[in-house]
Every structure is written in structure tokens, then in C-alpha cells.
């Protein structure tokens, strides 16, 4: 009996859910960070691309 309710009360004890719930915010918002710098050059690279074949359908590149 003694062993279930101290199992009862871990299962049920959430004082560092907390901690682990910013950890994982920390962590995505790390990743999205360190994407969009890793990725900014080719996004920005594509949208420039983008926007000279809008302005230049002759362009070579314009497919």
C-alpha cells in the first residue's frame, strides 16, 4: 500500500512540469531562431529573384 501512494503522489506531483514546459518554449524558439538565420540568405536570395522577374520578365533566369 505504501508503495502505490508514493507512486499516486509522483504521478500526480507537477512542480517542475513548469520548468520543462519553458525549456521546450526555449528550445523552439532557439530553433526558429537559428532557422531563419541559417535560411535568410536563400529566402532573401529567392524573393529578390522573385521580385526581378516580376519587373523584368525578360530576365534569363525567369522560368
Same mark, same amino acid.
Given at each position: $500500500?505504501?508503495?502505490? *501512494? /508514493? $507512486?499516486?503522489?509522483?504521478? *500526480?506531483? /507537477? ?5 520543462v ?5 526555449? %528550445?523552439?524558439?532557439?530553433? &526558429? ?7 535568410? &540568405?536563400?529566402?532573401?536570395? %529567392?524573393? *529578390?529573384? %522573385? &521580385? =526581378?522577374?516580376? =519587373? *523584368?520578365? =525578360? %530576365?534569363?533566369?525567369?522560368t
Open positions: $500500500m505504501k508503495i502505490s *501512494n /508514493q $507512486m499516486l503522489k509522483f504521478l *500526480n506531483d /507537477q512542480s517542475g512540469a513548469s520548468a514546459e519553458y525549456a521546450l518554449i526555449l %528550445a523552439i524558439v532557439g530553433s &526558429g531562431i537559428a532557422a531563419a538565420i541559417f535560411l535568410g &540568405g536563400a529566402i532573401s536570395g %529567392a524573393i *529578390n529573384e %522573385a &521580385g =526581378t522577374c516580376i =519587373t *523584368n520578365r =525578360t %530576365a534569363v533566369d525567369c
